[in-house]
């Protein structure tokens, strides 16, 4: 409910601007396509009002309705209504007359698309029958210099405001798809790449690394024992265990390094451009530094890491060799005692059973 009024006031508020202008200049029109005819004073003053308070009390309608959205959308029928009126009104003088009719449409179609056209062309119908009922039906076919020049800041300003809503909309609009797109890239939890993107891009490396024939190193990180440290302090210490890796590895690593959740408390890491020994001295940092890690709602608690390290090799066919050196690497390191860095210096001669990046 109140996204739903969140979104009708931004419409709103986005109509607003341009209805104030476009009533505002079609005032001009309107009053030189009526100033030849024998108009009612009420007509004045209702012209008066449709032009320069109509905008402010739309505006003020929609704001404080229990559904802006809805409340709006009635508000652009009025005001196709009252095109509709003025355009009787006007006798059908054929420039101010299209000028008119013609900015309603791209209104109405900008604002609510084909829907919203159908029923502003039905709404100006009623706004034609009304008018010829208290003023009477009459066609001119007359245009008036003062009439043309009347018509010109309707045909340039207004298209010019509208045009600059629809553009920070589309800017907007932008803005937000790269959003969700970075949302679907990245592990809400720790804000590393997820699982599927970390491997996407383990793919595009391991085959620019064999066609450029440069260095890179992929390492594997795993957090000892973090299956204990779920189940004997909860995992919101667990959840705050992962966020803080992810924090040292944002701050130890490259802009150019690829660091993504793997697993429940495994990591990826993509190092372009590093040897081995330069890869070894960054992960041994990292390690170092996570090791002095203290919670402080539970003092008591102590975290460490293995690391499994792989350099890329010409004798690799694909990413996934890559991968399982890695994987070996850190598989050797668990297995040997946990909390240090195992280097994977040749391809692995058997494959263990380990993740594909299918």
Not at 43 to 63: D, K
Not at 123 to 143: D, E, M, N, R, Y
Not at 211 to 235: E, P
Not at 322 to 350: E, F, H, Q, V
Request: hydrophobic share 45%; proline share 4%.
């Amino acid at each position: 409910m109140e996204n739903q009024r969140g979104k009708g006031l931004s419409f709103a508020k986005r109509i607003y601007r341009p209805r104030m202008i476009g009533l505002g200049i079609g005032c001009i029109s309107v009053s030189a396509a009526l100033y030849p005819l024998d108009m009612p004073f009420w007509i004045w003053v209702f012209l008066l009002f449709n032009g320069l308070f109509w905008p402010h009390l739309a505006y003020q309608l929609s704001t404080r309705s229990a559904f802006p959205y809805k409340a709006e959308f009635r508000n652009l029928l009025y005001d196709s209504f009252l095109g509709g009126f003025w355009a009787a009104a006007m006798q059908f003088t054929p420039l101010t007359t299209v000028t008119i009719i013609s900015m309603m449409a791209m209104n109405n179609v900008a604002a609510g698309g084909l829907r919203l056209f159908i029923h502003g062309t039905v709404a100006q119908l009623v706004g034609v029958l009304i008018s010829w009922l208290l003023l009477g039906a009459a066609f001119t076919s007359a245009v008036s210099q003062l009439q043309v020049y009347a018509c010109l800041p309707m045909l340039t300003l207004y298209p010019l405001a509208l045009g600059m809503v629809c553009y920070r909309l589309a800017i907007k609009l932008s803005e937000h798809k790269r959003a969700l797109s970075a949302l679907s890239r990245t592990d809400s939890l720790t804000g590393l790449l997820n699982h599927g993107t970390w491997k996407d891009l383990l793919q595009i490396k391991f085959h620019e690394c064999q066609q450029q024939r440069v260095q890179a190193t992929i390492a594997l990180i795993d957090i000892d024992h973090f299956k204990s440290i779920n189940d004997t302090y909860g995992h919101i210490v667990g959840d705050t265990v992962l966020r803080q890796l992810s924090a040292e590895l944002k701050r130890n690593l490259r802009e150019s390094d690829l660091a993504g959740r793997y697993g429940g408390d495994e990591f990826g890491v993509i190092l372009p451009n590093m040897p081995l020994e330069q890869a070894t001295g960054v992960m041994e940092r990292l390690r170092e530094v996570f090791g002095n890690y203290r919670n402080p709602q539970v003092p008591e608690l102590q975290v460490s890491l293995s690391i499994g390290l792989a350099t890329n090799q010409m004798s690799f066919t694909d990413a996934v060799m890559w991968l399982n050196a890695a994987d070996k690497a850190l598989y050797a390191a668990k297995n040997t005692g946990r909390n240090k860095i195992n280097i994977a210096l040749t391809p692995p001669a058997a494959e263990r059973t380990s993740p594909s990046l299918a």
